[in-house]
């Protein structure tokens, strides 16, 4: 198991982890614990435009910073987008999921 494999296992066994997806720029998956079906696919489109737009506001503030993580608390989840150079981590937990 390699070590990206290993740090994924550990990531889900997180309380209240719905899924971990890694998408690439092309908003292809590397890797997604959940379903690949129609919500997968919209979560990582959406959640990989909206860390592009908080990733410009960064940077039109002040060009010498960068975005290195994001989190969005809704209602019913909680989105935490780790962007990369190449590539998006995005960990979808419940918040209260007792």
């Known amino acids: ?3 990206v494999d290993e740090r994924i296992k550990r990531i889900e066994q997180h309380k209240g ?4 997806m890694i998408v690439n720029d092309q908003n292809q ?3 997604c614990t959940i379903p690949e079906g ?3 696919i919209k979560y990582g489109i959406k959640l990989r435009e909206i860390t592009n737009q908080a990733r ?3 940077r039109s503030l002040d060009s010498t910073n960068d975005l290195t993580f994001l989190r969005i608390t809704c209602t019913k989840y909680e989105m935490m987008i780790a962007p990369d150079k190449d590539y998006y981590l995005i960990v979808i937990q419940i918040p209260n999921d007792e």
């Open 56 to 58: 410009d506001l960064v």
């Open 29 to 31: 998956f590397v890797k």
């Open 1 to 3: 198991m390699s070590e």
């Open 38 to 40: 129609p919500e997968a």
């Open 17 to 20: 982890v719905k899924g971990i």
